[in-house]
């Protein structure tokens, strides 16, 4: 039943595969073995999408799907069978409020084993920073679609660095308007402007890969 | 008056340009120049003031192309389109046009609830937004398909629009005549900034404007994530919505053509969302029959392919060679002159990211080799792949572009 579920799950048919979830959580596996399946897929898609054969609309759907089943699914798992392999604070900087992008990431990370803490859109500098003291995350995300937003994202770097708490994180920007360029200039560690790009990176700077 | 000198700058300008987009090789390459919020920034003033006070945006404008002169300026933002109420009094051509854009003053007037302003909703120094959000309720897609402009008029513009809510209230009505004593003060503004600009060999150049259909869907009505889920739930109301559209959008783009406008701006949103399947499916035949149609009434488009657009660069050679300009964001202008050479009209390539981040020397570089590789054979536009410059962008960067221009632009 895990590869029934694998496969319509990765052909995106929803109705076919949030049924399959429902069966499987009550036989062998039980829900562990929903949340393996269900991550496994969302992996393949994004393998798909850097391969250029999935595109956002399947991203969505695929993100849509996963939520779907992890309503049903994440209430019915132990404590330990939900292991994390880190956190991130994951954010839209100041002035934009695109938030698309971000969610889209944010599904893949967290099936991907990264905790991640979603704390909005178009945030205050100082946003990022009461986050990284109440939530003590390995990782830092900002997401950024508009050119205005780089001048957010370098501004935010440094607040956070006056605030003594830039050497405790690794920062990784994302979002349609970011580059090597844009890295350098904002001071962040890392960039990506695809999703599983972004969850790959993310998983190198926590040094899981 | 402007000078004789003037007069013919401005139509060498006007003729490069035009000489680019019937794909031959102009005397220089056409440059649109590049502007956005570094605009009010360069004048010294915030973008609250660039918004609602049209003489100091005026003069932050002059002050800006004395210094930094091209062929077609794009200037600062001070409004955001608004296509739900155009389309809304589609059937009052004299009025369909005060409503394409909505500036700072205006929104005041109307209290558009997805526009924000600096100064207003947003920080002085923020350029005005847009703010997309659902609308309309799926249910409703039936009432949309059955007469667009009244289910646009009766339900989505009460909606959205906070001094409109109820329509035939005092308060409406009072809106109404506010926003007609507005626009004539604006309207009489517009004539005198046409003719400083003249004295500056700029000819004001009408343009019209167009949207793919199941883009006006997304943006204005269901917003961009429950639209690409009804793709797979609801994907014949879907199809018949963007068909129901097509029309009174055409109707919209060619009332342009009554104050001369004979080029159309497309911007796409969801070609980056959709599979080649999905986009030749639902998005592509609507926006074809679109740019078709105007065509055959004269009127060419620039087609601003926002995002990657790699993925269906070919359904573009659908369209017959001349039919106007692809302005390419992500999609590398090279790649496009590849496929599209002969056909289209290629314009972009300043990578805005660079010009706020990278320094004189190597965007000198830059330029020399786009160009290098662009210019020869015609039909190109030169341009940001963004209209909009932030206020932070270093002013020496810029020069650098402009310099460059000047330096390689020649044929
Ligand atoms: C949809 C859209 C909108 C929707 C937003 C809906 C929403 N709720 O998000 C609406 C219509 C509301 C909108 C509004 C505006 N928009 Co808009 N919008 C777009 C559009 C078409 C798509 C953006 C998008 O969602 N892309 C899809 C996502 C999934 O892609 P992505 O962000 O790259 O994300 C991927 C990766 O980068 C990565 N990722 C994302 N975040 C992160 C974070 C991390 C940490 C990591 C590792 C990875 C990662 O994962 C994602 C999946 O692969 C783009 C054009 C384009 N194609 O890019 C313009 C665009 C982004 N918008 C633009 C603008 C200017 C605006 C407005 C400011 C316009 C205005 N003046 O009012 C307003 C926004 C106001 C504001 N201040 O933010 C410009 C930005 C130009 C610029 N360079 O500055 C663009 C590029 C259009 C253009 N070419 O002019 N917009």
Known sequence: MRDELLKSFVDMDEQEAVRIARELIETDGGAAAVLDTCKEAMEEVGRLFEAGEYFLSELIAAGDMFNQIMEFTLPKLQGGEVASIGTMVLGTVLGDVHNIGKDIFKVMAEASGINVIDIGIDLPHEKFVEAIKEHKPELVGMSCLITLGVDSMKRTIEVIREAGLRDDIKIIIGGGRVSQAVMEHVGADAWADDAARGVRLSKELLGKE | ?411
């Open chain 2, 1 to 411: 008056m402007p000078s004789p000198e003037m007069l013919k700058l401005a139509e060498e300008r006007a003729a490069r340009y035009r000489a680019a987009i019937e794909l031959k090789e102009p005397d220089r390459v056409p440059f649109t120049g590049m502007g956005g919020d570094v605009v009010a920034a360069y004048a010294g003033i915030s973008s609250y003031e660039y918004c609602f006070d049209p003489e100091k945006s005026l003069q932050a404008i002059i002050k800006y192309l004395k210094d930094f002169p091209s062929d077609r300026p794009i200037g600062g933002m001070s409004g955001i389109g608004n296509a739900i109420t155009q389309l809304a009094f589609l059937d009052y051509p004299d009025l369909t046009g005060l409503f394409a854009m909505v500036d700072g003053p205006t929104n005041d007037i109307l209290g558009v609830d997805y526009i924000r302003f600096p100064g207003r909703e947003v920080d002085e120094y923020s350029s005005p937004q847009f703010i997309g959000a659902e609308y309309m309720k799926a249910d409703e897609y039936d009432e949309l398909i059955a007469d667009p402009v009244k289910f646009l008029f009766e339900k989505i513009v009460p909606r959205t629009t906070r001094n409109l809510r109820d329509l035939g209230s005092p308060a409406a009505l009072a809106t109404m005549a506010r926003f007609g004593m507005h626009k004539a003060r604006s309207g009489a503004f517009m004539q005198k900034q046409a003719a400083e600009l003249l004295k500056l060999g700029y000819k004001s150049e009408p343009a019209s404007f167009f949207l793919a259909p199941l883009d006006f869907i997304s943006d204005n009505l269901r917003d961009t994530v429950n639209l690409v889920k009804d793709l797979r739930r609801y994907p014949d109301k879907v199809k018949a919505a963007a068909e129901a559209l097509l029309e009174p959008m055409l109707k919209l783009a060619l009332l342009g053509k009554n104050i001369g406008a004979d080029m159309a701006f497309i911007p796409l949103h969801l070609n980056e969302y959709l599979s080649p399947k999905l986009y030749n499916e639902f998005y592509w035949p609507t926006l074809k029959e679109g740019i078709l149609r105007m065509l055959q009434e004269g009127m060419k488009s620039q087609v601003f392919f926002e995002g990657w657009h790699d993925a269906h660069m070919e359904s573009v050679l659908e369209l017959p060679a001349g039919w106007g300009v692809g302005y390419f964001e992500k999609t590398d202008v090279r790649k496009a002159k590849k496929i599209l050479k002969g056909h289209t009209c290629i314009m972009g390539g300043i990578d805005v990211g660079m010009v706020i981040a990278s320094t004189p020397a190597k965007l000198d570089e830059y330029i020399k080799e786009l160009l290098g590789e662009m210019m020869p054979g015609g039909g190109f536009i030169l341009s940001p792949n963004i209209g909009n410059l932030p206020r932070e962008t270093p002013i020496e960067n810029i020069a650098a572009v402009y310099e460059a221009v000047e330096k390689y632009g020649k044929y």
